[in-house]
């Protein structure tokens, strides 16, 4: 197999034509760069929690993940990744759309930077599609959706009533949970028929941001991610440029802690 892309989190291999092997990988990336020290089971929180979504975002949306072609997995070998069949799902080749497609719930994050009038965690009367450009490398600009329809004409109207639709249906499998899902990203691309199809990770820690539901009524908003990373990378006064920092033990376990929690609190309510 051909490695063909490396990305911050995840390594692409090409098996033919049609079908690619997605690796999720402990690395952990903050602030745009890649941090030296992995989280140890990240990667397969990460996979677990995107079957997971992706078998029950069907009818909404088609993936380009499916269990006929994870199949497969047991076939294959990377040395590098003994674990493949928990980390690994062998996807269809598709054509990405080069956008982020991010929908906010609260206002939160980057939101309140653009918004400073706004206090955080205002929620929304209903959910707020941001998107931005996907860059391949630095950072994913925010772009208006007129700017957007502009680019890629009616597909733009599709993507955000898709991105809509799948926030708001995870949003009810969150409460359910006792989470409440602030905000999300999602990416799609053109499949082999030509169809729209959700790709990548989905509603995982790395593209969502979770609080405990008992925590917002309280004015904490803890978020169950890499928000550890950052709090202390922060406290430390790192520039936010490469090289990032080595990370105490005690940090790379809590923020495993911390994935492995919202992972067993949102495989458990169905």
Request: charged fraction near 25%.
């Amino acid at each position: 197999m051909e490695l063909i892309h490396q990305g911050k989190v995840r390594d692409l291999y090409r098996l033919d034509d049609q079908r690619l092997l997605i690796v999720a990988t402990d690395r952990l990336s903050a602030y745009d760069v890649v941090f030296p020290d992995p989280i140890p089971g990240k990667g397969i929180v990460l996979t677990a929690l995107t079957r997971w979504w992706l078998n029950r975002i069907e009818a909404i949306v088609p993936s380009h993940g499916a269990p006929d072609l994870d199949a497969e997995l047991a076939s294959l070998s990377v040395s590098k990744w003994p674990d493949l069949a928990d980390r690994g799902m062998v996807v269809e080749c598709c054509q990405v759309i080069p956008y982020e497609c991010v929908v906010r719930g609260y206002a939160f994050g980057s939101y309140l930077k653009d918004h400073p009038d706004v206090a955080p965690m205002t929620r929304f009367e209903t959910p707020v599609f941001t998107p931005s450009t996907k860059a391949s490398k630095g950072h994913d600009e925010p772009v208006s959706f007129e700017a957007m329809r502009a680019d890629i004409g009616e597909v733009a109207d599709a993507l955000r009533a898709l991105s809509l639709s799948l926030f708001n249906f995870a949003t009810e499998v969150c409460s359910r949970a006792g989470i409440t899902l602030v905000d999300t990203k999602f990416e799609f691309g053109y499949g082999q028929d030509g169809q729209i199809k959700l790709v990548d990770e989905c509603f995982t820690p790395d593209s969502s941001r979770f609080i405990l539901a008992t925590d917002v009524e309280q004015g904490i908003y803890d978020s169950f991610d890499k928000q550890i990373i950052r709090d202390y990378v922060d406290q430390i006064g790192w520039d936010r440029r490469p090289p990032a920092p080595r990370l105490p033990p005690e940090i790379i376990s809590k923020t495993l802690e911390r994935y492995r929690s919202i992972q067993q609190r949102i495989m458990e309510t169905l």
